[in-house]
Antibody, heavy 121, light 106 residues
Framework: QVQLVESGGGVVQPGRSLRLSCTAS????????MHWVRQAPGKGLEWVAV????????YYADSVRGRFTASRDNSKNTVYLQMNSLRAEDTAVYYC??????????????WGQGALVTVSS | SYELTQPPSVSVSPGQTASITCSGD??????PSWYQQRPGQSPVLVIY???KRPSGIPERFSGSNSGNTATLTISGTQAMDEADYYC?????????FGGGTKLTVL
């Protein structure tokens, strides 16, 4: 069974930084693009970022571009989300999700359990 | 920026058919996907590429897609189907989710 496990969430003050990790198992991680998707409390899903299977391309939502950076270490089966200059509106559960078919009609076939990030003074 | 529009809520009686719509400009060309999210849980893929059902998803879930509208249909709705449902599509280098539809099984 494919597994994605997020870690690194917590409470952080506005303007500070936090790094999330998502460790994958039971599939060939280096063959897949990976996404970050977030969900603010009581709200819907919001796409955050994608990083290609080899890290060669990354795309971001307008709301986080310039503040968040996705990266990956295929030797550790882990994808990261570095979040800088955090704002209250970044408070959300952050999910990592496995990409399928980005080149055509992409979808997410596996999701992690999520990591809660709370930005508050 | 591209937008997907869903009704906030849909109600259905047990055993009946529930239909949840998702609208967007030329959505039929984007072959959207659908996700189910039960309270406190992570999303689960129920339909991908407009009409395909992943293994393990009951046959009562189906998708259709044409023009500017995609529809998720749940036939013979069960109490366990009560959840939030989201449509999703890729537009260039962005991924877009609909606002979500809360399905209530009365």
């Amino acid at each position: 069974q494919v597994q994605l496990v997020e870690s690194g969430g917590g409470v952080v003050q506005p303007g500070r930084s936090l790094r999330l990790s998502c460790t994958a198992s039971r599939f060939k991680f280096s063959n897949y693009g990976m996404h970050w998707v977030r969900q603010a409390p009581g709200k819907g899903l919001e796409w955050v970022a994608v990083i290609w299977f080899d890290g060669s391309n990354k795309y971001y939502a307008d709301s986080v571009r310039g503040r968040f950076t996705a990266s990956r270490d295929n030797s550790k089966n882990t994808v990261y989300l570095q979040m800088n200059s955090l704002r209250a509106e970044d408070t959300a559960v952050y999910y990592c999700a496995r990409d399928r078919d980005w080149s055509t009609y992409n979808y997410f076939d596996q999701w992690g359990q999520g990591a809660l990030v709370t930005v508050s003074s | 920026s591209y937008e997907l529009t869903q009704p906030p809520s849909v109600s259905v009686s047990p055993g009946q058919t529930a239909s949840i719509t998702c609208s967007g400009d030329q959505l039929g060309d984007k072959f959207p996907s659908w996700y189910q999210q039960r309270p406190g849980q992570s999303p689960v893929l129920v339909i991908y590429q407009g009409t395909k059902r992943p293994s393990g998803i009951p046959e009562r879930f189906s998708g259709s897609n044409s023009g500017n509208t995609a529809t998720l249909t749940i036939s013979g709705t069960q109490a366990m189907d009560e959840a939030d449902y989201y449509c999703q599509a890729r537009d260039s280098s962005n991924v877009v989710f609909g606002g979500g539809t809360k399905l209530t099984v009365l």
